[in-house]
């Protein structure tokens, strides 16, 4: 016999205890196939402009529910833009509260302070910190770990094209982003929110100095340089690590290249 429930009664339905426990059975017999799918989903690109402010939808059943996210991402948004050093920890505090009763918004909430991080160097601990508490009420490593593999795949991915102007403004963009993504990959690890990823990044960057031309070795250094400066501000530079950029600099033909590893090791 098929069971039918109204809408209405499915509230009160999904928080009996015969439901929940079992959900749990169910979710424990599943585990490697929810994973699976909690992979793939969160595989998938977002569309951003589902959320994009003044979206008409005629559909009068899902108009309130469209326009109450699109207010609560809008929200979000400029809580990001008014971060300082003043007010980001009652900030956080407060998308932390929002995303609360909204979760399905949370991957949207990553992307755009991942996205942010490349534009404002400065704020990146502000981000770090914002992403270190949704971390906490999330849990959700598959999704943040998604992200930082998405979005350095689109900077290292970009292309140079145009004429001589268009590609210098490219390939600055393109260093920019990626000394953003270095120092906010640095500040979510001194947080404890990711682990062993800075060690791979460094070694990665120091290899490819000398793998590559003077341009893409200079991106290399400069990132090197912004990791080191969040890394070791109060520390010693890794002993392993001077050793390497010690002997990088001294057969180092690229004069700029060799005085930005000197600023390196002395800490300037």
């Known amino acids: 016999?098929?069971?039918?429930?109204?809408?209405?009664?499915?509230?009160?339905?999904?928080?009996?205890?015969?439901?929940?426990?079992?959900?749990?059975?169910?979710?424990?017999?599943?585990?490697?196939?929810?994973?699976?799918?909690?992979?793939?989903?969160?595989?998938?690109?977002?569309?951003?402009?589902?959320?994009?402010?003044?979206?008409?939808?005629?559909?009068?059943?899902?108009?309130?529910?469209?326009?109450?996210?699109?207010?609560?991402?809008?929200?979000?948004?400029?809580?990001?833009?008014?971060?300082?050093?003043?007010?980001?920890?009652?900030?956080?505090?407060?998308?932390?509260?929002?995303?609360?009763?909204?979760?399905?918004?949370?991957?949207?909430?990553?992307?755009?302070?991942?996205?942010?991080?490349?534009?404002?160097?400065?704020?990146?601990?502000?981000?770090?910190?914002l992403v270190e508490l949704l971390h906490k009420q999330f849990k959700n490593d598959a999704l943040l770990q998604t992200q930082m593999e998405r979005i350095y795949q689109q900077i290292t991915e970009q292309t140079e094209s145009g004429n001589d102007y268009s590609a210098l403004c490219a390939k600055n963009k393109q260093v920019d982003q990626l000394i953003g993504y270095s120092i906010f990959i640095t500040e979510l690890e001194i947080k404890g929110v990711i682990h062993n990823k800075v060690d791979l990044l460094i070694n990665q960057l120091i290899q490819n100095i000398t793998l590559n031309s003077e341009d893409e070795s200079y991106k290399c250094v400069v990132c090197l340089y912004n990791i080191f400066k969040v890394l070791y501000k109060d520390t010693d530079i890794k002993p392993d690590y001077v050793t390497s950029l010690s002997e990088i600099k001294d057969g180092m033909k690229y004069m700029k290249i060799k005085f930005k590893i000197m600023d390196i090791l002395e800490k300037r």
């Open 1 to 129: 016999m098929t069971v039918h429930y109204s809408v209405e009664s499915l509230q009160s339905l999904f928080q009996t205890e015969e439901y929940i426990n079992e959900k749990v059975k169910y979710q424990k017999s599943q585990k490697l196939s929810l994973l699976g799918l909690e992979t793939f989903l969160n595989s998938i690109e977002i569309n951003k402009q589902y959320f994009r402010t003044g979206i008409q939808v005629k559909n009068p059943r899902y108009k309130r529910k469209v326009y109450d996210d699109t207010g609560v991402i809008k929200q979000l948004k400029l809580s990001l833009n008014k971060m300082s050093g003043l007010t980001y920890e009652k900030l956080c505090q407060d998308i932390c509260s929002q995303l609360s009763s909204k979760k399905h918004l949370y991957p949207i909430m990553l992307q755009y302070i991942f996205e942010q991080s490349l534009l404002h160097h400065t704020y990146c601990n502000y981000y770090a910190r």
